[in-house]
């Protein structure tokens, strides 16, 4: 049976290939869903890759995590920089967790460059577009390896 990696996105991550192209690139959330499953299946492991605008299904989802997944990517969008929801159930989960943003957040307005995920995040990658899932698939096979050699 394959490990599972559960894989959230939060509010408007829904609307991705429709609006602002500029930021976030012209490929919907089916397609980063898609790539982000490959990449997941390479490493043996399982993407259950999910999106809500509700804050409260994030915290839900995060605490479904423990027990039933091996770790944690996570895009919280705007709740990255507002919610501390979501940063207390992500240190209640016990797992890796890795954050992901598409665009370069330090880049950006200066409200965009606090998170409150980082702060229970084993790293970050941003700016990256939709290759950022990817990468952040590859680092959490990569820690998941690291701690199975221990
Ligand atoms: O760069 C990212 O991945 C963000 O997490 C995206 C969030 C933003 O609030 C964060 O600061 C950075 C916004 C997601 C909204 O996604 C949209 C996609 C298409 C059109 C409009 C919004």
Do not use: W
Not at 89 to 117: C, G, M, T
């Amino acid at each position: 049976m394959s490990r599972t990696v559960v894989v959230l996105n939060g509010p408007n991550l829904n609307l991705l290939g429709q609006r602002e192209p500029e930021i976030y690139g012209h490929g919907s959330l089916d397609d980063l869903k898609a790539a982000t499953v490959v990449r997941a299946k390479t490493h043996g492991l399982a993407a259950d890759f999910r999106q809500s605008n509700d804050e409260g299904e994030l915290v839900s989802a995060i605490q479904a995590a423990r027990g039933s997944a091996v770790g944690i990517i996570i895009n919280a969008a705007a709740y990255t920089h507002t919610s501390v929801a979501i940063l207390d159930a992500l240190l209640a989960s016990d797992l890796p967790v890795i954050e992901v943003h598409l665009s370069n957040i330090y880049k950006r307005e200066e409200f965009r460059h606090h998170s409150y995920v980082s702060r229970a995040a084993t790293g970050v990658i941003c700016g990256f577009g939709a290759h950022g899932y990817e990468l952040a698939m590859d680092a959490m096979a990569q820690i998941l390896d690291s701690r199975k050699a221990k």
